[in-house]
């Protein structure tokens, strides 16, 4: 059974740094992707980027490029969420989730493609 377990969310002040791990097990994620999402209080659940666990190949939406950076650790079957320069918008609940099979070359965004979600962990960020 695949499991994410996420971890590093936290209280910062604007213009500090958080990183988030997504911890996978439970299966085989060679042809998978792996997404971040976050959901503000009363708002949608949105799409933050993601990777192709096989190639590495990253896709960060705009508001977030240039400032969060996404990488992963094969040996370790962890995902990273760097989070740079964060804002008090960025405040939020993270979420980490998985596409299973046939996403080597694509990261979708649409969240109904992903079949695992992690619990979820919170960043508030301070002005």
């Known amino acids: 059974q695949v499991q994410l377990v996420e971890s590093g969310g936290g209280l910062v002040q604007a213009g500090g740094s958080l990183r988030l791990s997504c911890a996978a097990s439970?299966?085989?994620?060679?042809?998978?992707?792996l997404g971040w999402f976050r959901q503000a209080p009363g708002k949608d659940r949105e799409f933050v980027g993601g990777?192709?666990?096989?190639?590495?190949?990253?896709y960060a939406v705009n508001s977030v490029k240039g400032r969060f950076t996404i990488s992963r650790d094969n040996a370790k079957n962890t995902v990273y969420l760097q989070m740079n320069s964060l804002k008090p918008e960025d405040t939020a609940v993270y979420y980490c989730?998985?596409?299973?099979?046939?996403?080597?070359?694509?990261?979708?965004?649409?969240?109904?493609?992903?079949?695992?979600w992690g619990q979820g962990t919170q960043v508030t960020v301070s002005s």
């Open positions: 989730a998985v596409a299973m099979g046939g996403w080597n070359y694509f990261i979708p965004r649409d969240l109904h493609e992903y079949n695992v």
């Open positions: 990777i192709n666990w096989s190639g590495g190949s990253t």
């Open positions: 439970g299966g085989t994620f060679s042809s998978s992707a």
